[in-house]
Every structure is written in structure tokens, then in C-alpha cells.
């Protein structure tokens, strides 16, 4: 089977043998895939120059198994240029993409999803908002709701009221369990209407996701969390 010209994202790519890389990509119509990108690595090859994170490009491949063959790889928009912790941003959400998604799943409204939120991080600086808008969106892609305007059992989040998340079952009164992340009402509510202006909501928020995302990912680990590390450190 052949692919022409399909838009696509490259998430990342790894060595292979001497000459070639596996690539793993974003595609708008068929979800994550690993492309075998054969002679990329040589000095003089076409592909090599195509195979950047966070640039829509088109690419044509073929095969019907786990690893397809990449032929081609053409520009389709111009260079977003992300830099700082915007380019540490556009990281981890390739890397939750590569951990998270499953492959040759069609996403398309989350491609374009993804493809709004690399574009958000290239022209603002609204980076927790937009982090925290990509992960609980992705997680619902996955089948995994994050419930932030009612607890366990439907009623409504109160903002004065303290609570603890647990995964599987979302918020709770503390006297009914010892586990999750503990919160305040108000969070939750701040997070369902995309406001993240109090610094309280902003760091707890953070501790939310984070706990959510280490759940649904058992015993994988993240690669850039030690980037966002090394970027605090730079910027104190």
C-alpha cells in the first residue's frame, strides 16, 4: 500500500543501522506511525533536511506492517521557530505523544488540535495554559476523563472546598480516601474555564497533570522532564 502526500508532523527520530533513521510521525489521517527513512543519515541525502520536529511537511511512504518505508518528504508551511522553553514545551508534547498515542489510530481532530497548540507556543507565552489545555485533552482522547466540575459522585466542585483527585475516580471529599493529589475546589473550577491566572491554580494544576499523566503511563518515564529542569535552572 502507498501513501501520497500526506500531512504529517515528525515527533522524533532514531539511528538505524549505519545510514538510515526510524522516524516517528504524526500523520492528519492515520495517527502515529514509524516510517524507515532508509539512507537519511548519509551527507548527501534528500530526506535528511525534511526530518525536523514541529514543521508540517507531506510525506509519501508505503508498507502495510508495523514499519513502513518513507519516500519522500516535501515543506508545506513555513518554519514556526519555537525556542526556549517553547521548544522544551513542543518536546514533551511529542514525547507524551509517542508514549500515550496509540499507533495507526486516525486522530484527525487532534492532529489539528496539535498543529494549534505548536502555533500558540510560537507566538505566546501563555505556556502553562497551553500545556495543561494539551494534556487534558489528550488524556480524553485516550478514553480518560478528567471531570473538573463535579467530584465522584456528581455533585458540584465547591471552590472553598479541599479535595483529593484520584485517577480513576476524579475528585472526593478528604474523609473518603488517603490517595490522588490533594486540591483545592477552586482549581478544579479555574481549570475547567482555561484560567490559570492565580499561582495557586497554576502549581496545582501542574501536580494534577503530572500525577495523571505518570498514571497512564505505569512505568514509563519522561525524557523532558529533565530539560524542563535544566530550563528552570537557567532562567532563576
Known amino acids: 500500500m502507498r501513501f501520497d502526500e500526506q500531512n504529517i508532523y515528525i515527533l522524533h527520530t532514531y539511528p538505524f543501522k549505519e545510514t538510515s533513521l526510524l522516524v516517528e510521525v504524526f500523520s492528519e489521517n492515520y495517527g502515529r506511525l514509524s516510517l524507515l527513512a532508509k539512507g537519511a543519515r548519509r551527507p548527501r541525502s534528500l530526506l535528511r533536511g525534511y526530518l525536523q520536529p514541529?514543521?508540517?511537511?507531506?510525506?509519501?511512504?508505503?508498507?502495510?506492517g508495523d514499519l513502513k518505508t518513507l519516500f519522500s518528504v516535501e515543506w508545506t508551511s513555513k518554519y514556526l521557530g519555537l525556542q526556549e522553553q517553547g521548544l522544551v514545551c513542543g518536546f514533551y508534547m511529542n514525547e507524551l505523544l509517542i508514549k500515550l498515542l496509540p499507533k495507526?489510530?486516525?486522530?484527525?481532530?487532534?492532529?489539528?488540535?496539535?498543529?494549534?497548540?505548536?502555533?500558540?507556543?510560537?507566538?505566546?507565552?501563555?505556556?502553562?495554559?497551553?500545556?495543561?489545555?494539551?494534556?487534558?485533552?489528550?488524556?480524553?482522547?485516550?478514553?480518560?476523563?478528567?471531570k473538573l466540575l463535579v467530584d465522584e459522585d456528581d455533585n458540584d466542585i465547591i471552590a472553598d472546598q479541599l479535595y483529593r483527585f484520584e485517577a480513576e475516580y476524579g475528585a472526593s471529599l478528604l474523609d473518603k480516601t488517603n490517595h490522588g493529589i490533594k486540591l483545592r475546589g477552586k482549581t478544579l473550577l479555574d481549570m475547567a474555564k482555561d484560567d490559570y491566572q492565580d499561582p495557586a491554580t497554576a502549581k496545582e494544576s501542574k501536580s494534577l497533570m503530572r500525577y495523571l499523566i505518570n498514571y497512564y503511563?505505569?512505568?514509563?518515564?519522561?525524557?523532558?522532564?529533565e530539560l524542563f529542569l535544566k530550563n528552570e535552572m537557567e532562567r532563576k
Open 104 to 146: 495507526d489510530e486516525p486522530v484527525q481532530s487532534f492532529f489539528n488540535f496539535y498543529h494549534t497548540c505548536l502555533h500558540q507556543l510560537s507566538s505566546s507565552k501563555d505556556y502553562e495554559k497551553i500545556l495543561r489545555r494539551f494534556e487534558i485533552k489528550l488524556l480524553e482522547e485516550l478514553g480518560y476523563q478528567v
Open 54 to 64: 514541529f514543521q508540517q511537511v507531506q510525506g509519501t511512504w508505503s508498507g502495510s
Open 217 to 225: 503511563m505505569g512505568n514509563e518515564t519522561l525524557n523532558t522532564k
